[in-house]
């Protein structure tokens, strides 16, 4: 994203909206879909903590937010909240993000989160598409970096199948899963450039994501999508 106008900084999002909104989904992916979690124990029962997830469809976010072991919010789009939808959304205790800029309000309001001891859900690939993790921003390196948080990868499968649409619901019934890996620390190398050791530990992040996603697909029979369908997420 490059500078230019910003939004206002808004007051972060409170705890309520997000544990809310963690027992409608698990309720939900428990009972409409075949949903399961795995690895729960890997994410820290306290303090701060972000999710990074790999991203195919637009059930993703609520997936993990119904299933993760603890409350989330979740950084999303601006072109989400709007609608009834939107209101929903912002009710949750999600974190809108306009990503034609440099979006200060946003990164603002995760870090009050993350400070307070919550957790933020971040979707390093940017994007709707196969869910590999093929690329990856640098975002949720500067999120753990700027915060102390540690980063867990989180394995999304099930919610898109090659051929639906990425902006689709999966039918009743279909299995989805969420799988957490153990948790990263993110800290800058000495001797190294910042810019260059933000490459690389974004690099990293995105080879431990995409390792763990096509890991926990193969073991669990949930296959990623294969068509090249993308959007920005």
Do not use: C
Request: aromatic share 6%.
């Amino acid at each position: 994203m490059t500078e230019g106008r910003r939004r206002n900084i808004e007051p972060p999002p409170g705890p309520r909206g997000a544990a809310l909104g963690h027992g409608i989904g698990a309720v939900v992916f428990r009972t409409v879909y075949r949903g399961r979690s795995y690895g729960n124990t890997n994410v820290p029962r306290t303090g701060p903590v972000i999710y990074a997830a790999n991203h195919t469809s637009f059930m993703d976010g609520p997936l993990v937010f119904g299933l993760a072991p603890r409350p989330v919010h979740f950084i999303v789009k601006q072109e989400m909240f709007t609608g009834a939808m939107g209101r929903f959304i912002e009710a949750m205790g999600q974190i809108p993000i306009d990503r034609s800029i440099a979006d200060r309000a946003a990164l603002t309001s995760a870090l009050s989160v993350l400070k307070r001891g919550g957790v933020v859900g971040i979707f390093p690939e940017g994007r709707r598409g196969r869910g590999d993790v093929a690329e990856a921003n640098a975002g949720t390196v500067w999120l753990g970096l700027a915060s102390g948080a540690p980063v867990v990868p989180v394995a999304v499968l099930g919610t898109r199948r090659t051929g639906q649409s990425i902006s689709g619901f999966p039918p009743p019934l279909r299995r989805v899963a969420t799988v957490f890996d153990s948790p990263l620390q993110m800290s800058l190398p000495d001797g190294v450039p910042r810019r260059q050791a933000m490459a690389d530990l974004t690099e990293d992040l995105r080879r431990r994501l995409s390792s763990h996603v096509l890991d926990a697909s193969e073991r669990l029979g949930l296959p990623l999508p294969a068509d090249d369908q993308t959007e920005r997420a």
